[in-house]
């Protein structure tokens, strides 16, 4: 099976709480994770020539696949379990109205959800799944 990378906003409180719920709702544990400040994240940024700038909250890598914004989102959706692969069905949805939601929420994650000194540190046990 194809690894899917998920680079995510470390600092992020928002960010990490989805990373957390990834994680809960992922029990085949398809997904690895990186930090966007990471060293592989920033490797893969580069790899996959990605403008940090512009997609500056989630990726998710499969193969030679890139998805950004609500696309990545979407697209993690449909692996996870319970109802949430239903989620993917919002693909329909024309993709700039789809990013102009996300991309309001990026833009205000920090003020609404705070902002962590540094990125988030796994437990032994979840360690394995996180590539920095």
């Not at 906003?9 to 085949?28: E, M, R, S």
């Not at 909250?57 to 499969?62: A, D, G, P």
């Not at 950004?68 to 449909?78: F, G």
Request: a positive charge; glycine letters at 6%; aromatic letters at 12%.
């Amino acid at each position: 099976m194809e690894t899917k990378i998920i680079l995510f906003d470390g600092v992020c409180n928002l960010c990490n709480g989805a990373i957390n719920f990834i994680i809960k709702h992922d029990p085949k544990a398809l997904f690895k994770f990186a930090s966007l400040q990471g060293e592989t994240g920033q490797r893969l940024l580069q790899k996959h020539q990605i403008n940090s700038a512009e997609t500056d909250s989630i990726v998710l890598i499969e193969g030679d696949t890139v998805s950004v914004k609500s696309s990545a989102a979407l697209r993690i959706a449909k692996y996870l379990n319970k109802g949430y692969p239903l989620l993917f069905g919002f693909m329909i949805v024309p993709k700039f109205i789809r990013n102009a939601v996300y991309d309001y929420i990026a833009r205000n994650r920090y003020k609404w959800f705070g902002k962590k000194e540094s990125c988030m540190i796994p437990t032994p046990e979840l360690k394995s799944r996180f590539l920095d």
